[in-house]
């Protein structure tokens, strides 16, 4: 699942993917087939694109690849059974080494970044700066980087093609909207566990952008781009507090570098800032998270491809409540 394809090849089964039309029938196995290729071929973009940036700016090339293949991993998952059993396995097993293999470079750049904005006082920012140095002189060579990124480039196309060949002629919106809602379910089952455990909280945020980007596959649906929009201004706030978990672990494995005295303040900042924000996510998010996801399901499936009418007795079709919960001023979800 991991091989290489030549650059003049790497497209593959994506080249020729047929454009999704502006108002697409979910209710169409065919034309979803082709939606879900669209919404792989759009996932994949930025990663193809960081490849001529790489040298020159290896952060942002590597937020990129990293971000373009979460993407598609979410996309697998929302597909479910869709796909066969190995081909999913093997999916799944590629995108995650490959996400994993940017892993040190990335938390290196946001955690040095993140310490010095949060950092400010002057009793705590010289021991900052000590420690930013010291990280940074453990970082991997600017040239063992670009590999890791292109190499990562490289799997993540090849999985994009995989996945486009091994999907079926026929795609159906019941099939995604169950794993619309597994995603949701998980995502907040971990908010629920986030307010005690880190690892939690790492787990939501993680869900929870993942709901987001299998939810952005249906964004001409109201009551999905509804949803979806909530979850990115979450994502804007578990985001802050990801980083204060991260630099509980930075801190502590640098914080050799600088006075205990501050080191020791530094801690208890973020700690204070992290039980704050942590609080402020999930009082903001509890509207988004209200509904169980059984119900969610049954909303999402009506809004994404409610029915056809039915014949009444005498002729005239009965009225399609399609629309029904996916409104502004329907129930929070």
């Known amino acids: 699942m991991t091989t290489i394809i030549p650059e003049q090849d790497r497209l593959g089964p994506l080249a020729s993917t047929p454009p999704a039309t502006s108002t697409p029938s979910y209710g169409d196995p065919v034309a979803l087939r082709a939606v879900v290729l669209a919404a792989v071929k759009n996932a994949l973009e930025p990663a193809r694109?960081?490849?001529?940036?790489?040298?020159?700016?290896?952060?942002?090339?590597?937020?990129?690849?990293?971000?373009?293949?979460?993407?598609?991993?979410a996309i697998v998952e929302l597909l479910g059974n869709t796909l066969p059993?190995?081909?999913?396995?093997?999916?799944?097993?590629?995108?995650?080494?490959?996400?994993?293999?940017?892993?040190?470079a990335r938390d290196l750049a946001v955690a040095s970044d993140a310490l010095v904005e949060v950092a400010t006082a002057p009793e705590v920012a010289p021991a900052a700066a000590a420690i930013v140095a010291a990280a940074r002189a453990d970082a991997p060579p600017a040239g063992g980087i670009v590999d890791?990124?292109?190499?990562?480039?490289?799997?993540?196309?090849a999985q994009g093609d995989a996945l486009a060949a091994a999907l079926p002629d026929e795609v159906r919106a019941r099939d995604l909207v169950r794993g619309l809602a597994s995603t949701y379910g998980r995502a907040r089952r971990a908010r629920r566990k986030a307010k005690r455990s880190d690892r939690a909280a790492h787990r939501w945020r993680r869900r929870a952008k993942e709901l987001s980007y299998q939810l952005s596959v249906f964004r001409d649906v109201p009551a999905a781009e509804e949803l979806r929009e909530g979850l990115a201004r979450?994502?804007?706030e578990l985001g802050e507090v990801v980083d204060r978990l991260m630099l509980k672990d930075f801190v502590g494995l640098y914080g050799h570098a600088a006075a205990a005295d501050a080191v020791g303040a530094m801690l208890a900042q973020i700690d204070d800032e992290l039980i704050a924000k942590g609080d402020a996510a999930r009082k903001h998010s509890k509207h988004l998270f209200a509904a169980r996801p059984r119900k969610l399901r049954r909303r999402l499936a009506k809004a994404i491809a409610p029915r056809p009418p039915e014949a009444s007795g005498d002729g005239v079709p009965e009225p399609v409540d399609g629309a029904k919960g996916s409104g502004p001023d329907s129930s929070p979800v």
Do not use: F, T, W
């Open 49 to 73: 694109a960081a490849r001529a940036h790489a040298d020159a700016r290896p952060a942002a090339a590597v937020h990129e690849v990293r971000k373009a293949i979460r993407r598609v991993r």
């Open 85 to 104: 059993r190995r081909e999913r396995k093997d999916l799944r097993k590629a995108l995650v080494q490959a996400r994993r293999s940017l892993g040190p």
């Open 148 to 157: 890791d990124i292109n190499r990562a480039i490289d799997v993540a196309l």
């Open 234 to 236: 979450l994502d804007d």
